[in-house]
């Protein structure tokens, strides 16, 4: 089993700069891929981006040039560094965790709000 920790999150303001970081325990090897969905009130959760141990680092297109992903060196953790935020990236982030593609996320954290202000 694999659990994960997520920390950061906040209220800010559009144009701000805010960094979601997240921990894995447990069994870490089989961990190929992590990264971070999100999800906003009304909406299907949605992929922002995610990176693999081989280097993979997709995005969504709403947030390319913006955000940036990168995994520590000892590849059990995962950050996301978040920049020029819009209130329309206001949603409740959640880290994942697969064994495998970022498609078919085995494991999930707890969630963390961020907000943006217009």
């Known amino acids: 089993q694999v659990q994960l920790v997520e920390s950061g999150g906040g209220l800010v303001r559009a144009g701000a700069s805010l960094s979601l970081s997240c921990a894995a325990s447990?069994?870490?090897?089989?961990?190929?891929?992590m990264g971070w969905y999100r999800q906003a009130p009304g909406k299907q959760r949605e992929l922002v981006a995610a990176a693999t141990t081989s280097g993979n680092t997709p995005y969504a297109d709403s947030v390319k040039g913006r955000f940036t992903i990168s995994r520590g060196d000892a590849k059990n953790t995962v950050y996301l560094q978040m920049s020029s935020l819009r209130p329309e990236d206001t949603a409740v982030y959640y880290c994942?965790?697969?064994?495998?593609?970022?498609?078919?996320?085995?494991?999930w954290g707890q969630g963390t709000q961020v907000t943006v202000s217009s």
């Open positions: 994942f965790g697969s064994t495998g593609s970022y498609r078919y996320p085995g494991y």
């Open positions: 447990g069994s870490v090897a089989s961990i190929y891929t």
